[in-house]
């Protein structure tokens, strides 16, 4: 239960799992409206919701799909609340046509994609397997939405409340992408409020013509481009006018907003690149490697859009000629790690291949890695 | 001497687009549909905290007609963005869509069960064509049989199915608190369909469940007829198959 101290800011420690940890986030950052369909793995996130919501003065609306909750998130976001849904990978791919028009609308919005495995209904358990669909835009026409990705529990809290604030900041969705995994694992984390700064009112809201002195009518459209005139709102102005509005947007984000931590990769011979639970066993295998006295590094993104390619390729200028994209899926991530080398360096993969064992609830884990980069080194 | 106003512009009907332009096509009774429902939201004033959520196509082109706040999404779940503001704001907030028969009855049909089934306190207007209008005149749910369209260009037959009657179906679930049909072929038939959309707001009001109302209308350009000829077969046609009338009307869900 949600106690009325934390939220006033009190900083407590709790024994949370990760889909709860979002939740948690999420009240901290002062989300009181969530749309939402069951689906496993992220059934703690909606049903932590239904409990706490209506005590806490807010709404939980179950709703009759995930096109539903990513609609009725479109709703509430156009009031200027802040407002989210959380889903898993077939709900995700249900949710691209709501994420496509938010983005043009430029509303702000949370969705936490808790992956599961794929493609089809694949398993019910964990994975990596929607990097692509998350980072480049998964619905039509082409967008770009911020991605973080957490890899402790502790990160879910935090970065839930982080993506309301990016999500307010540059008015877009923001995803927060962990997977089955680390929606389980439960770990004693600090439950604390965050502050980032302030935000630019959301004069752009709607509540009705009487809601605001003018009197004049405020329209919310995923219709901008259609236009022949620009608008000084802004809700209809030319193509060419809407596009590069949006991508001038993405550049701002991509220049301001790359978010990365790094374990020992100054010396590194050979770098593994990897995020969420993957990401956290190659922490270990980089202690495996060094006790063994090779080099090993670990570049971990937080942002995966924007991803942190300079970055990864200043490492490759400063003389790590091995770059090793470990991810729990069949391909994804090397593409990005890819773009960031540059022919600077050797890059490899490993994936979910490696997993500990044949079924669903396989893991990547550290030793597995560590036998399988051996080849490279 | 002029004793009393009785007749005048409507106040939240703009009628003409951000360029100046009358954006419907001569014949098409869309103008109609929202003329009744703009009088009605003068008249109980209401028209400051409405928030109209038009559909996609005629609807959203159409949207600058109103003098209230709107909001455009996608195809279909006009409903279920209506549910996410209504669940906000509240009473605060008179909200309301504006779809085409395809936008509610065809790719919207599973979003407007939704939103009836969970007794969501909005308000629907669904304005039937018989036809996709926008798209250059195709099989609706709501075509005719016998019905010339684009996509039965041999005549609406069984083998696309059978017209779809939206507020007989909206009255059998439980949270729907008023449905109703009217059309505004005739001016008898206008200040019904006005009683209904001020009934269907009251619903919304007294937050007793979903409201209901579906409009018919012409479309002329796709049913290659001229303005006169498209509203003799509304009066006609239309209406045989789809009779006027309230379907559902409670105080109360139990």
Excluded at chain 1, 165 to 190: C, F, M, N, Q
Excluded at chain 1, 298 to 314: D, G, K, N, S, V
Aim: aromatic residues 8%.
């Amino acid at each position: 239960m949600v106690e009325k101290r934390v939220i006033r800011g009190k900083v407590e420690k709790k024994f949370l799992m990760g889909n709860e940890a979002i939740a948690w986030g999420a009240i901290l950052a002062g989300c009181r409206y969530f749309f939402g369909y069951p689906i496993t793995p992220q059934n703690e996130i909606g049903e932590f919701f239904a409990r706490e919501l209506p005590r806490l003065g807010g709404v939980f609306v179950q709703v009759e799909a995930e096109m539903a909750s990513i609609a009725a998130l479109y709703g509430a976001a156009t009031t200027g609340v802040r407002a989210m849904t959380s889903t898993s990978s077939p709900g995700w791919a249900l949710m691209q046509e709501g994420i496509s028009c938010a983005t043009v609308a430029e509303l702000p919005m949370v969705i936490a994609h808790v992956q599961r495995g794929g493609p089809g209904q694949g398993s019910i358990s964990h994975s990596q397997m929607d990097y692509f669909s998350v980072t480049r835009g998964g619905g039509h026409g082409g967008y770009k939405t911020i991605v973080l990705a957490p890899t402790y529990t502790q990160e879910m809290c935090d970065l839930a409340q982080l993506a309301f604030h990016l999500a307010d900041k540059y008015l877009t969705p923001v995803i927060l992408l962990s997977d089955g995994l680390l929606g389980r694992v439960t770990e004693t984390i600090e439950v604390r409020p965050l502050d980032f700064g302030p935000l630019p009112p959301k004069d752009w809201a709607v509540g009705g013509t009487a809601s605001r002195e003018s009197g004049e009518p405020r329209r919310i459209s995923t219709a901008r481009g259609q236009g022949m005139v620009r608008l000084p709102d802004g809700s209809s102005m030319p193509f060419t006018d809407f596009a590069e509005h949006l991508s001038e947007k993405w550049q701002k984000i991509m220049d301001n907003e790359v978010r990365y931590t790094t374990y020992q990769v100054d010396d590194a011979d050979m770098v593994l690149v990897s995020y969420g639970s993957s990401g956290r066993a190659c922490r270990d295998t980089v202690d495996i490697g060094r006790a063994k006295g090779i080099k090993l590094g670990l570049f971990r993104p937080i942002t995966l859009w924007p991803f942190p390619h300079q970055e990864i390729h200043a490492l490759a200028q400063q003389g790590s000629k091995k770059f090793v994209a470990v991810e729990d899926s069949m391909t994804g991530l090397i593409e990005d790690v890819k773009l960031a080398v540059e022919g600077k360096g050797e890059v490899h993969r490993v994936g979910l291949s490696i997993r500990d064992m044949r079924t669903a609830m396989g893991t990547i884990n550290p030793d597995r890695v560590f036998s399988e980069i051996e080849q490279w080194l | 001497m002029i004793k009393e106003r009785i007749y005048g512009p409507t106040k939240s009907l703009v009628g003409l687009d951000v360029l100046g332009q009358m954006m419907i096509c001569p014949g098409c009774y869309h103008g109609m549909a929202r003329k009744v429902i703009c009088e009605v939201l003068d008249e109980m004033d209401i028209a400051g905290k409405a928030i109209a959520l038009p559909g996609i196509g005629c609807h959203s082109s159409l949207s600058w007609l109103m003098k209230v706040d709107s909001i455009i999404y996608a195809h279909g779940p006009a409903p279920t963005v209506a549910t996410g503001v209504k669940r906000v704001l509240g009473d605060k907030a008179m909200v309301f869509t504006l779809q085409g028969d395809g936008d509610c009855a065809a790719i919207g049909a599973g979003y407007l069960v939704g939103a009836a089934a969970r007794a969501e306190k909005i308000t629907i207007f669904m304005l039937n064509n018989a036809l996709y209008g926008t798209t250059g005149g195709q099989l609706a749910p709501t075509t005719l049989m016998g019905q010339w369209t684009t996509t039965t260009p041999y005549n609406r037959d069984p083998s696309s199915g059978y017209p779809l009657h939206v507020p007989e179906l909206m009255a059998t679930i439980k949270g729907v608190a008023y449905s109703a049909r009217g059309a505004c072929a005739t001016p008898a038939q206008y200040r019904k369909t006005k009683k209904y959309v001020k009934m269907a707001f009251q619903k919304q009001i007294d937050m007793v469940g979903l409201s209901f109302v579906e409009i018919l209308v012409t479309c002329p350009t796709h049913w290659r007829k001229t303005p006169a000829e498209a509203v003799k077969w509304v009066g006609k046609e239309t209406i045989k198959e789809y009779p006027l009338g309230v379907f559902k009307n409670v105080d109360k869900i139990e």
